[in-house]
């Protein structure tokens, strides 16, 4: 099943794909001298779409240079307190190679929109995975901690007959 989709913005189309296999070729790959280029994106549901842009990249080169670019290597330190909080806030595809991210320190309330190359986001992403399973790891450990605390509050109120059938 294929269905194209028109994207608000012109000159971009989108065709889904159910869960076909993804080839890893490369990620733009211009289609013509007009500069189409297309990428292919899985989505958390797990479907695949292809985005067909129709724009010249000659644009994306003029883009590049008009926003200006801060060198970084790990976007998840703050530059202004040195702490690894820095988080995600939006971000977009800028052109076919880089990405518009708002980002935000909850440390310092530092907060900056950058225009970041792909190797780049790819490690801050797996720098969030990171955090994710910490803190996914955390919350079992705090669960289970909580719920030994609960069932020996219930045994020492049984014992002290503190529990009576009316209470249930």
């Not at 190359?117 to 797996?126: G, H, I, L, N, R």
């Amino acid at each position: 099943m294929l269905t194209r989709v028109a994207v608000p913005a012109p000159t971009i189309w989108v065709k889904f794909v159910n869960r076909a296999p993804i080839n890893p070729v490369v990620m733009s790959q211009p289609t013509n001298s007009n500069g189409q280029y297309t990428r292919r994106v899985t989505l958390p549901s797990g479907r695949s779409i292809e985005v067909v842009y129709f724009e010249p990249l000659a644009a994306e080169a003029a883009g590049r240079a008009a926003m200006p670019q801060r060198a970084v290597d790990d976007l998840s330190i703050c530059p202004e307190c040195d702490r690894d909080l820095v988080y995600p806030v939006d971000w977009e595809e800028a052109s076919a190679t880089h990405w518009e991210v708002e980002l935000r320190c909850p440390n310092c309330e530092w907060s900056e929109v950058g225009k970041f190359d792909q190797s780049t986001v790819d490690k801050f992403d797996e720098q969030l995975d990171l955090g994710t399973e910490a803190l996914v790891k955390d919350l079992r450990r705090l669960v289970q901690a909580n719920m030994e605390a609960e069932a020996d509050r219930f045994a020492a109120a049984l014992d002290a007959n503190a529990i009576l059938p009316e209470d249930f």
